[in-house]
């Protein structure tokens, strides 16, 4: 059986490491998801509601027959698709507000935004 000497110290390595754990941030997972589509040179939809002050993920699937690209120069993200690929992104807070986004390979057609609420 271990000395009391031994059990005390483990006990507050045990709090310590349960603090620290509890403080992590959510796996992936558990993030709120929304889904943007790129079909034919366009979003779909072409406005996305997210809530403000919460970090999300954005799934973007390209269902066109060409490469497609995520870009937005006001969120600093930018994902570059082959057809039929998925891929996310993940979004810090948003104040409320709306933030553009847009695909190079379409300029004109790929046009979107979010709106954080």
């Not at 779909?44 to 497609?68: C, H, I």
């Not at 039929?84 to 979004?91: K, L, N, P, R």
């Not at 390979?105 to 609420?117: I, Y």
């Amino acid at each position: 059986m271990p000395s009391p000497r031994f059990i005390t110290p483990l006990k507050g390595v045990l709090a310590a490491l349960l603090t620290m754990l509890s403080s992590l941030p959510a796996p992936a997972q558990d993030l709120p998801t929304f889904t943007l589509m790129m079909r034919a040179g366009r979003f779909v939809p072409d406005t996305l509601e997210v809530p403000a002050n919460t970090k999300f993920r954005l799934l973007v699937k390209n269902e066109g027959p060409g490469a497609e690209e995520f870009e937005s120069k006001e969120l600093r993200k930018e994902k570059v698709l082959a057809p039929g690929a998925s891929s996310f992104v993940e979004i810090q807070p948003l104040k409320p507000g709306t933030y553009r986004f847009f695909g190079e390979f379409h300029p004109r057609t790929a046009q979107g935004r979010l709106v954080a609420k």
